[in-house]
């Protein structure tokens, strides 16, 4: 989004990614349609799979709490096609495109920047950083003391071409996503269909039961409960890491660099829903490329202007102080209030499911 929004305006753009497209991306898929808006993306025109979501469901032991809504409140898409079109696009505007371009080390001097890449030595007036959560460019900025205090999230998924016809006739049918929160109360699985393809995931916070283990929960919770026949052949599970928003707690910008998306920490918290600020964050950062605003810190405050902008747009509210605050409780009081919120029809539709996964105002 970055490189497309400042190519499209003349700017002199190199897009460097370690990986080549399209190629699978470790998440579950699911777009708000904020996002889609912000993408500046149709679902009348969109050309690949785009599951429209009116049914949400949460697993608690006595079965399904379903929440529904009159029309589309997101989309099941996959990764690797919406990744590939948004990548084709920034191209098409006149950014220039490296893939397979491994970024080994990034120096941030006090006129330029220089990446080095294998033997090659790129050099430019400003990097931005977009590489998740071992981004080479925070790590430049910031050292390990930058993830130090953020809070840690872990997470595996598959995903799997099983076919329609079989996915419909499964025990939970299609388009709906399912959430599970974990026993532990820091996380949670799903299991999400959309068109051909199922979606199974979990993730929780750093620091409890290891992922791998949750993961074999899960699995053997949905084929005992007959949601998962025995027979299908999951694709392998891949993970990754990244950080959920709790408020500022470091610069995000500095003369020569802007970090956005989740080499910034911006994930919502509950959720884990990232793509949306990932594209707000990277829309922000072409807007202050562009300006020139970023690179001064306003007068009596020690954030840069761009950090500040981007705190505020994240916000410092509900699920931030919720976050933290359900942590620090004994696990029966925290599973007691996260299954009231669940089975509550009306704080599952507002808090649970529009507020902290549909990111609407509450």
Sequence with gaps: MTAWTLARTGYEVLL????????????????????????????????????????????????????????????????????????????????????????????????????????????????????????????????????KQRTRVGSQMSETHIGHHLLEQSGLGTGMPVLFPEPECDGYAWYFTKGDYLNIGVGALAGGLAIPLRRQRFLERLIRSGILPSSWKLSPFTGHSYAVWRGFRHPLAGPRHLLIGDAAGLAHDFSGEGIGPAVQSGLLAAAFIRSGAFRHPSPGSSMDPYTQSLAKLQGNGLFSAMGGFLERLPLPVRRSMVHHLCRSPWLRRRLVLEGAFLGKEL
């Design 16 to 147: 460097l990614d370690a990986k080549t497209f399209p190629r699978p991306k470790p998440c579950a898929g699911w777009i708000t349609r904020a996002a889609l808006r912000d993408m500046e993306l149709d679902e009348t025109s969109y050309p690949h799979l785009l599951t429209p979501i009116t049914r949400v469901a949460i697993g608690l032991e006595e079965g399904l709490q379903v929440t529904q809504w009159p029309e589309a409140v997101s989309y099941g898409i996959l990764r690797r096609e919406l990744d590939d079109l948004l990548l084709r696009r920034a191209k098409a505007a006149g950014a220039e495109v490296r893939l397979g371009c491994r970024v080994d080390r990034v120096e941030l001097c006090s006129d330029e920047v220089i990446i080095h890449s294998g033997t090659n030595s790129i050099r430019g007036s400003l990097v931005v950083g977009a590489g998740g959560a071992a981004c080479p460019v925070a790590r430049a900025a910031e050292g390990k003391s930058f993830w």
